[in-house]
């Protein structure tokens, strides 16, 4: 359904436990937003709902979220640490793209996929564990991630192609 209104103030934006989706660019650039907290009412984010919230460092995501589309968070460079919900399953492509100051990202056990371009440009980003329940990650995943020195991978079944870790030097040290 459609979401209703959205009550937002200066730093905290505060979204009404009667919306169920966060529509298709919602929130994209809007400046001076700094902490969301989705209502556990909410169960899609469309595609780019958060893109470009250049001045957001926090947001909590509840388990009632079971889908988060493309761009979601692209371009979000404030934005320092997710926890994605095990509600989730997979991380679609273009989601993190961008998202120069994501330091940390705690991916749950429910994610099978980790689509093309997720984490493109997380150039802050140090170490990243992927775990055993992902079978596919798609194409330049993790490109240009160039502060990435540590990648855990929990998965017996996950093929690994040079082109997940394209351009992050950091990882040979």
């Given amino acids: 359904g459609r979401s209703n ?3 937002s103030g200066c730093k905290n934006t505060i979204i009404p436990n009667s919306v169920t989706d966060i529509g298709y660019s919602a929130f994209a650039g809007r400046l001076g ?4 907290t989705i209502p ?3 169960t899609r984010i469309y595609n780019y709902a958060f ?3 250049k001045d957001l460092t926090s947001i909590t995501i509840p ?12 371009d979000c460079v404030s934005l320092t640490s997710i926890t994605l919900p095990n509600s989730v399953k997979s ?3 273009y989601t ?6 994501l330091t940390s990202v705690t991916i749950p056990n429910s994610i099978g996929m980790i689509d093309e371009k997720a984490f493109y440009g997380c150039n802050s980003l140090t170490s990243i ?16 991630c160039s502060a990435l020195r540590k990648v855990t991978i929990n998965s017996k079944s996950l093929y690994i192609r040079n082109e997940i870790f394209e351009n992050c030097y950091r990882l040979d040290e």
């Fill in 5 to 7: 209104t959205l009550v």
């Fill in 33 to 36: 937003i700094t902490s969301i």
């Fill in 40 to 42: 556990n009412s909410v």
């Fill in 51 to 53: 893109s470009g919230c």
């Fill in 63 to 74: 388990n009632s979220v079971t889908w988060i589309g493309r761009y979601v968070f692209s």
């Fill in 91 to 93: 991380i679609e492509s």
């Fill in 96 to 101: 993190f793209y961008y998202c120069s100051g």
């Fill in 129 to 144: 564990t992927i775990p055993n329940s992902v079978t596919n990650i798609g194409l330049e995943a993790f490109r240009d």
